[in-house]
């Protein structure tokens, strides 16, 4: 079974400049979860779709932030404009269930704005 | 309010000493709770998970955890370090969320130095 696909793995952008990170969870996996953790932070809950609906978009910073999941399946987390405080690590996980089910995390983005 | 912490930022052991890793959580309910780790440069994986099962999770790499609900804890152990065991570990614990779901929330994390 193939994990939680994410890429790039790496992106290095500049400031005022449009990104574009992509998740892709397991199969059959309803539920997508997006994290982000800014350097030396904690590890923060950005939002959860379960298929394609938001479920829960509680975390998101801004309106400079917008993810989708078109169809239920990959999802797309944007940032534009990119701002320096949006580097960081972008993690997205998936489940096949809430609550007790397992979550199997990706590799994570790492973003760079410089 | 419902939350996570990791007691200890950083945890500095001996190779060959045991390691404890210190998790107490706050919730109105028996949660599910999980310990990932994540090694340098590397993603976050699953060590080992409580699912209201037994209260001793045995998880990968001679790791285990128990789970105290007298004490709301679910503190990792290991018997004996190992250099490779040097990474950074989170605990985490399914809490609901505002929106009605269950929402994976980690602690702070904790970074485990292994001397040789």
């Known amino acids: 079974e193939a994990g939680v696909t994410q890429f790039p793995s790496h992106s290095v952008i500049e400031k005022g400049q449009t990104v574009t990170l992509r998740c892709d969870p397991i199969?059959?996996?309803?539920?997508l979860y997006w994290y982000r953790r800014v350097m030396g932070k904690e590890i923060k809950f950005l939002l959860h779709?379960?298929?394609?609906?938001?479920?829960?978009e509680s975390g998101m910073p801004n309106n400079r932030f917008l993810a989708e999941r078109t169809g239920g399946t990959y999802s797309t987390l944007k940032v534009q404009p990119a701002e320096l405080e949006d580097s960081g690590v972008y993690f997205c996980?998936?489940?096949?269930?809430?609550?007790?089910?397992?979550?199997?995390f990706g590799s994570g983005t790492r973003l760079t704005v410089v | 309010a419902q939350s996570v912490t990791q007691l200890d930022s950083h945890v500095s052991v001996s190779e060959g000493t045991p390691v404890l890793l210190r998790c107490n959580y706050s919730?109105?309910?028996?949660?599910?709770l999980f310990w990932y780790v994540q090694h340098p440069n590397k993603g976050l994986q699953l060590l080992l998970k409580y699912t209201s099962a037994a209260t001793l999770v045995k998880g990968i790499n001679g790791f285990e955890a128990e789970f105290k609900k007298s004490e709301t804890s679910f503190h990792l152990t290991k018997p004996s370090a190992h250099m490779s065991d040097a990474a950074e570990y989170f605990c985490v614990v399914i809490l609901p969320a505002s929106g009605g779901s269950y929402i994976p929330t980690f602690g702070r994390g904790t970074s485990l130095i292994v001397h040789p």
């Open positions: 199969s059959g996996h309803d539920n």
């Open positions: 919730s109105s309910y028996s949660p599910s």
């Open positions: 996980a998936s489940s096949q269930g809430a609550g007790n089910y397992g979550y199997t």
């Open positions: 779709f379960v298929k394609e609906s938001k479920q829960d």
